[in-house]
T-cell receptor, first 116, second 111 residues
């Protein structure tokens, strides 16, 4: 039983470049969440997606950030024209059911983005 | 924080002692969950307590929930060096669709 798979685990980008982070949810899970964690801080919600739909993107910065979860393939978090403030760990989590009314989230190991 | 707090921010204890972490939140909730994060790793779910429950046990873990005070506590009994990690509470808002996380407590258990 593979867990939530994230790649790359570490990514280094220069200012102005693009970062693409990928997340494959657990088998049978159709709900994906992205969170951002700054050093020594908790997780901040970014976006909640189901297959081909963005359900809640209230935590996404208005510019440069986008997310998708296509019918086939992993969920992608894309950051365009990265700045140093984007340096953080980005975590993906999946769930087998809608919302979190009854269930836990299953987290990947995270992708750590460093912007030089 | 506008969303909630955890305290203490850091806790250092000796192996065998009990560790208590507290969490406060500000909204009505469906459930409250506790997660553990080892350094450089992802989060692992520990326990979930529903809004109509007051106490829950799982092994050496005991969680309480007081919805009138909007607070929860996590007790780890007979701590071990392997319990060293960051612990986060997270709550699902009533009618919400995501978990909101607290800032976490860093626990260090000395052997």
């Amino acid at each position: 039983n593979a867990g939530v798979m994230q790649n790359p685990r570490h990514l280094v980008r220069r200012r102005g470049q693009e970062a693409r982070l990928r997340c494959s949810p657990m088998k049978g899970h159709s709900h994906v969440y992205w969170y951002r964690q700054l050093p020594e801080e908790g997780l901040k919600f970014m976006v909640y997606l189901q297959k081909e739909n963005i359900i809640d993107e209230s935590g996404m910065p208005k510019e440069r950030f986008s997310a998708e979860f296509p019918k086939e393939g992993p969920s992608i978090l894309r950051i365009q024209q990265v700045v140093r403030g984007d340096s953080a760990a980005y975590f993906c989590a999946s769930s087998p059911q809608e919302g979190i009314d009854t269930g836990e989230l299953f987290f990947g190991e995270g992708s750590r983005l460093t912007v030089l | 924080s506008q969303q909630g707090e955890e305290d203490p921010q850091a806790l250092s204890i000796q192996e065998g002692e009990n560790a208590t972490m507290n969490c406060s939140y500000k909204t009505s909730i469906n459930n409250l969950q506790w997660y553990r994060q080892n350094s450089g790793r992802g989060l692992v779910h520990l326990i979930l307590i529903r809004s109509n429950e007051r106490e829950k046990h799982s092994g050496r873990l005991r969680v309480t929930l007081d919805t009138s005070k909007k607070s929860s506590s996590l007790l780890i009994t007979a701590s071990r060096a392997a319990d060293t990690a960051s612990y986060f509470c997270a709550w699902g808002r009533l009618y919400g669709n995501k978990l909101v996380f607290g800032a976490g407590t860093i626990l260090r258990v000395k052997s």
